[in-house]
Nanobody, 123 residues
Framework: QVQLVESGGGLVQAGGSLRLSCAAS????????MGWFRQAPGKEREFVAA????????SYADSVKGRFTISRDNAKNTVYLQMNSLKLEDTAVYYC????????????????WGKGTLVTVSS
């Protein structure tokens, strides 16, 4: 089992930046790929970014490419999402996710989910 706890959400003005963190605990030595998803009010949860265990592979949704950066520190069992140039449409609950298979994270059918952290972008 893997437990995921997100932090770093909050209220930010459009054009601003936030960095989300996701701390993993449990059987993290199995080499999990990690990802971030988000769900805006009234919308379905959508893929944001993913990173492989080594960090050598990353994927991004088209809507965040060039603005968001996913990274990880395996020594700290933590994955990050640096969000720059935030837009109103980035407002959502952001969820951390983990799975053994990198492709599964990108596809969204992951094994483990965090409870989410709210990001609100204001004008």
């Amino acid at each position: 089992q893997v437990q995921l706890v997100e932090s770093g959400g909050g209220l930010v003005q459009a054009g601003g930046s936030l960095r989300l963190s996701c701390a993993a605990s449990g059987r993290t030595n199995n080499g999990y790929a990690m990802g971030w998803f988000r769900q805006a009010p009234g919308k379905e949860r959508e893929f944001v970014a993913a990173i492989s265990w080594s960090g050598g592979g990353t994927s991004y949704a088209d809507s965040v490419k060039g603005r968001f950066t996913i990274s990880r520190d395996n020594a700290k069992n933590t994955v990050y999402l640096q969000m720059n140039s935030l837009k109103l449409e980035d407002t959502a609950v952001y969820y951390c996710a983990a799975d053994i298979r990198y492709g599964t994270v990108v596809g969204g059918a992951v094994s483990y989910w965090g409870k989410g952290t709210l990001v609100t972008v204001s004008s």
